[in-house]
């Protein structure tokens, strides 16, 4: 295969979240699950933490990347989502060293790529409620929500 076919083969999962935050943690705990499952050699997971930007390193020498994150877009919590790139609101203006997130990261893609070949970007979102500080268990909506989103990474990882 050549390098080129081998990028386009490989998915990369790249999971957000702040643990210590109750259900904003929801991506570390979907990271966890995967990580302790048996995925496919062209199958990588990492560990995306808080920090969106650093996180550009983690979607080259992809084909196909999927994100996951806790969402709040006013919708039941626990409801798992798929959104396409172009699907996503792009951020406000208000850019600082700590409010760069997940959102930031996805507008700079077409910038970061320019002239390359961009990943094809999949998000799949928990739809989450108040974030509570200072515990690492996410509501049981929150909770329950955990293998629809496992599931819905790996249906994306295999097609």
């Known amino acids: 295969m ?3 076919g081998a990028r386009a083969a490989m998915r ?3 999971c957000f979240g702040n643990l ?3 259900d904003d943690g929801f991506g570390i705990h979907v990271f966890r699950r995967l990580r302790a499952m048996r995925l ?6 990492f560990e995306g933490g808080t920090a969106g930007l650093s996180a550009l390193q983690h979607l080259e020498g992809c084909g196909k990347a999927v994100i996951v994150d806790a969402i709040k877009t006013g919708g039941r919590p626990g409801t798992v989502r798929r959104f396409l790139l172009e ?3 792009t951020p406000g203006q208000e850019y600082s060293v700590h409010a760069l997130g997940v959102n930031h990261l996805l507008a700079a893609l077409p910038v970061v790529f320019e002239g ?4 094809e970007v999949i998000v799949i979102g928990a739809e989450i409620g108040r974030i509570s500080p200072f515990t690492d268990r996410l509501t049981p909506p929150v909770e329950a929500a955990l293998g ?3 599931d819905a990474v790996i249906k994306e990882c295999t097609s």
């Open 40 to 45: 496919p050699p062209r199958v990588k997971v």
């Open 12 to 14: 990369h999962v790249v």
């Open 20 to 22: 210590w935050q109750g």
């Open 148 to 150: 629809g989103a496992v």
């Open 87 to 89: 699907e996503l609101d």
């Open 116 to 119: 390359g070949v961009a990943p």
């Open 2 to 4: 050549s390098s080129d």
